[in-house]
């Protein structure tokens, strides 16, 4: 069974920045993609950022690029997501997941294993 763990939200100012932890459990956390969805309230779940198993290789979302960083770290089973430069509109739950296979993709159904989500309110 897998497990994803994410931690990092908060409330910040515009601007601001949070980094955001998934910490997931399994032996095979290197064979596969992972990514940061986000959902804000009365709106669909959405892509953020992905990235592939060795981690050589990284998606955002246009709505972020330039502003937030996925990376991971296979020897802690370790996903992470850099958030810089925050709006009001990056107001959303942050969920990770994991792949179901080696490749990014942009869908959740893309994705069979899911965190509970960390909430990231920006706002002055």
């Known amino acids: 069974q897998v497990q994803l763990v994410e931690s990092g939200g908060g409330l910040v100012q515009p601007g601001g920045s949070l980094r955001l932890s998934c910490a997931a459990s399994?032996?095979?956390?290197?064979?596969?993609?992972m990514g940061w969805f986000r959902q804000a309230p009365g709106k669909e779940r959405e892509f953020v950022a992905g990235?592939?198993?060795?981690?050589?290789?990284?998606f955002r979302a246009d709505s972020v690029k330039g502003r937030f960083t996925i990376s991971r770290d296979n020897t802690k089973n370790m996903v992470y997501l850099q958030m810089n430069s925050l709006k009001p509109e990056d107001t959303a739950v942050y969920y990770c997941?994991?792949?179901?296979?080696?490749?990014?993709?942009?869908?959740?159904?893309?994705?069979?294993?899911w965190g509970q989500g960390t909430q990231v309110t920006v706002s002055a």
């Open positions: 997941a994991r792949a179901r296979n080696v490749f990014v993709r942009m869908v959740t159904t893309e994705y069979d294993y």
């Open positions: 990235i592939n198993w060795s981690g050589d290789s990284t």
């Open positions: 399994g032996r095979t956390f290197s064979a596969f993609a």
